[in-house]
């Protein structure tokens, strides 16, 4: 059984995939190395972690707009997330999740955070804000 989430549109489009988690914003300026979509920041619980093809679920963005180029270059790596989806919406993460061109979606009925746990698989239908959670120990 899944668990159906609403919210807002942030990036439309359709995705799907295993969830990482983190209840920590992100920096998106010396945060993540871009090359290889891995958190880089040092204090953070996903250090030496890759969002690469992965579902991105966490609050928001942090410190400077680096998030954008950031992003982009992560893009163009093929090192982006395949979605994201998050709590706080900031121009950083607008801009973010725009350039980034995954489907993104925000402002949903529950937290994200407290439903979806990393290894959680997630489908994310952008255009309609739909998130559908399908709990990791359902899929073994």
Do not use: C, Y
Not at 20 to 44: D, M, Y
Not at 82 to 101: D, P, Q, Y
Not at 103 to 128: A, C, F, K, M, N
């Amino acid at each position: 059984m899944s668990i159906i989430l609403r919210g807002r549109k942030v990036v439309g489009g359709f995705a799907e995939g295993e969830a990482l988690v983190t209840r920590q914003t992100i920096s998106g300026w010396g945060g993540v190395n871009p090359a290889t979509g891995t958190i880089i920041e040092s204090r953070h619980e996903l250090r030496g972690v890759s969002f690469k093809d992965k579902v991105l679920v966490f609050p928001g963005a942090k410190g400077s707009s680096g998030w954008s180029g950031i992003f982009h270059a992560a893009r163009m790596a093929g090192t982006a997330p395949k979605a994201m989806i998050f709590n706080e919406m900031t121009t950083k993460i607008a801009l973010g999740a725009v350039v980034t061109r995954v489907p993104s979606v925000t402002d949903l009925d529950q937290d994200p955070l407290d439903v979806i746990e990393t290894g959680d698989w997630v489908r994310v239908d952008g255009d309609r804000g739909i998130v559908e959670v399908i709990k990791k120990h359902e899929r073994a």
